[in-house]
């Protein structure tokens, strides 16, 4: 089984550019999710889509940061304009369904490392 | 405030010998408790979970993990660490369905 694939896996800008990461969930999970992980820090979650909808992007910065998930497959996730405390790894993980029921494990992709200098 | 802690940012090991890593929670019920570990350039692998029952979870490459509600602990533990167990490791909590939150991580080094 393919595990969640992510693009690019490095990234460098300057602040201020724009920037876009690509994730491909394993095939089949209806639930994608999008985390921040800083230097040092646990990740972060920014925002999870069920299908092609969004449930949760109370931490997603709105006024730089957005994503889509269109025909509920691949997503996206762009930042514009990139500051540098935006420097992190991206993650994308999946899994079958929404929330945190025993069988509801998240696959977790390598991860998209941004630096902004 | 909600929070997960892991005490220990870095702790280096002997190979052979055994390992616990602590992982303390701030919540106002139990919550659902992960342990993830990171190897660098990978992406997060579960090694095990804690929903309710038995207290003490087994999970994969030989790690367990005990839930101590008194405590607010979710510690895990390996009796004999192999240099393939050098890694980043991340205790996860979640109350709800939506809510995991991640500690800081503890980066475990082998010595041979």
């Known amino acids: 089984e393919a595990g969640v694939a992510q693009s690019p896996r490095y990234k460098i800008i300057e602040k201020r550019q724009s920037v876009a990461f690509w994730c491909n969930p394993i095939?089949?999970?209806?639930?994608l999710y999008w985390y921040q992980q800083i230097l040092g820090q646990g990740p972060k979650l920014l925002i999870q889509?069920?299908?092609?909808?969004?449930?949760?992007d109370s931490q997603l910065p709105k006024d730089r940061f957005s994503a889509e998930r269109l025909k509920g497959v691949d997503s996206t996730l762009k930042i514009q304009p990139a500051k540098l405390e935006d420097s992190a790894v991206y993650l994308c993980?999946?899994?079958?369904?929404?929330?945190?029921?025993?069988?509801?494990?998240?696959?977790f992709g390598p991860g998209t490392r941004l630096t902004v200098t | 405030a909600q929070s997960v802690t892991q005490p220990d940012i870095h702790i280096t090991v002997s190979e052979g010998a055994s390992l616990e890593l602590r992982c303390n929670y701030s919540?106002?019920?139990?919550?659902?408790l992960f342990w993830y570990v990171q190897s660098p350039g990978q992406g997060l692998q579960l090694l095990l979970k804690y929903f309710s029952g038995d207290t003490l979870v087994q999970g994969i490459k030989g790690f367990e993990a005990e839930f101590k509600r008194s405590q607010s602990s979710f510690n895990l533990r390996k009796p004999s660490v192999h240099w393939s167990d050098a890694a980043e490791y991340f205790c996860?909590?979640?109350?709800?369905?939506?809510?995991?939150?991640f500690g800081a991580g503890t980066r475990l080094t082998v010595k041979p």
């Open positions: 919540y106002g019920a139990t919550p659902y």
């Open positions: 095939s089949g999970h209806a639930t």
């Open positions: 993980a999946s899994s079958l369904g929404p929330g945190l029921a025993p069988n509801y494990e998240q696959y």
């Open positions: 996860a909590v979640a109350l709800g369905a939506y809510d995991m939150r």
């Open positions: 889509f069920q299908n092609n909808g969004v449930v949760d």
